[in-house]
C-alpha cells in the first residue's frame, strides 16, 4: 500500500472534527457521486490528465465502495493508463492514491 503520510499528505475520514496539521492536501478526484461508470471513467481520465499536466506528482481517487463495480473500472483504467506509474488502494477500500 502507498503510505499518503510518506508522500506528505495527511488522510482523514469524514466527519473529522480537527484539520491536519500539515498544509499541504493532496488532490482529490471524488468519482462516487457520478450517476454512470462511463461518466466516472470520463471524469477521472481527464481529471488525471490535467492534473499530470499541472505538475501533480500523486492524487487520491474516490471511488467509494458499494458493489464494487466502480472501484473495479476505476482499478482498470488507472491499470491502463500510461500517464500513472503506481496506485495502490487505501486502507479501508473506497478509494486510492496514485502516483504519476
Known sequence: MVD??????????????SLPSSTFFM???DLHDTKTCADALERLEHALFLFQQSG???CRVVHGIGEGVL????H???TKNPLIHQWE??????SCVVLF
Open 4 to 17: 499518503a503520510s510518506a508522500l506528505g499528505a495527511d488522510t482523514f475520514g469524514r466527519g473529522s472534527s
Open 27 to 29: 488532490k482529490t478526484i
Open 56 to 58: 501533480e506528482y500523486s
Open 71 to 74: 472501484a473495479n473500472a476505476v
Open 76 to 78: 482498470n483504467a488507472l
Open 89 to 94: 488502494e487505501e486502507e479501508g477500500g473506497g
